[in-house]
Structures are given as C-alpha cells and as structure tokens.
C-alpha cells in the first residue's frame, strides 16, 4: 500500500490542479491556432480582451472541448447546462460553447464594473458567492482559479 500513496498524491494534485476533473491541456485540446481562432471571434464579439477570454478558457478546459466537470460543467468554456440551455447551445460545440462563455463572462464583468478579477471569481464560484462574500469568496479553490487566470491574462 505505501507503494501506491505517490501515484495517489500525483493523481489527487492533477485533480485538484484542474479544478473539475480533467487533466488540463487534455490530449483532446484544440490547436492553439483553432483556440485563437474561436478566442478572437468570441472576443470581437463581446468586446472583451482576447487574453481574458483565452486565460479563462485554459483555465477551464485546458482546450479540451469535450470536456466535462464533476459539477457538470461542459465545454472548452465549461458552462454549467443551465448557461448552456439560455444560449440555446449545445455545450460540446465549440464556437457556440466559447461564444456562449464570452457573453457570460461580459455579463459579469458589466455586473462587477469591469474588475476582472470580481467577475472571473463570479465565473468559477457564481455570483452569489462574491455578492454574498462582497468580494472573492474564501473557497481555495476559487482563489486559486483567480489567481490562475490573472497570471495567465497577464502573460497573453
């Protein structure tokens, strides 16, 4: 048994490195000239920074479109299936997935007037949580999620 506690510790920090389940930059990710590609559209559409969306993308799905978390979050964008039924989408589409995401990320950013970190922690936790919390809500990892994709938007 004590041989089998490395491999375990390995697979528990995947796990939770991921934030859902999936190990991030799955072999099932989109090239990046396909994910830049949906960024770009989605981003020009919604009038957000292409960085923004693509950190939180990564962040979520590590461009995995057929990603699926335990919450049951879905997609490259990993909308719960009640954000993905008010767009209309089918979550496992790419282009409606990260165009579906973007107008989602837009609501909040508008709802926190414009501080992204805010609406990024409202995108992984909900919006209540940060309402309730009046700011990023003390869940490890909520705060690591912020924290990733903050540095990720930076470095794009």
């Not at 491999?7 to 190990?23: D, E, N, W």
């Not at 299936?81 to 909040?108: H, M, W």
């Amino acid at each position: 048994m004590p041989r089998l506690a490395p491999i375990a510790f390995v697979f528990a920090l995947l796990y939770g490195c991921a934030g859902g389940g999936y190990i991030p930059s799955a072999s099932r990710a989109l090239s990046d000239l396909q994910l830049n590609d949906l960024v770009a559209q989605a981003s020009a559409a919604h009038a957000l920074p292409a960085g923004l969306v693509r950190a939180v993308l990564m962040a979520e799905s590590g461009g995995d479109p057929s990603a699926i978390s335990i919450a049951g979050a879905e997609g490259l964008m990993q909308l719960m299936p009640g954000t993905a039924a008010q767009c209309g989408i089918d979550p496992f589409e790419p282009v409606s997935n990260v165009d579906c995401g973007s107008a989602y990320l837009k609501s909040l950013l508008t709802r926190y007037h414009g501080d992204v970190v805010l609406a990024v922690a409202a995108y992984n936790a909900g919006p209540g949580a940060v309402d309730s919390y009046h700011g990023v809500p003390p869940y490890a990892e909520t705060r690591a999620y912020v924290a990733r994709v903050i540095s990720s938007y930076r470095s794009y």
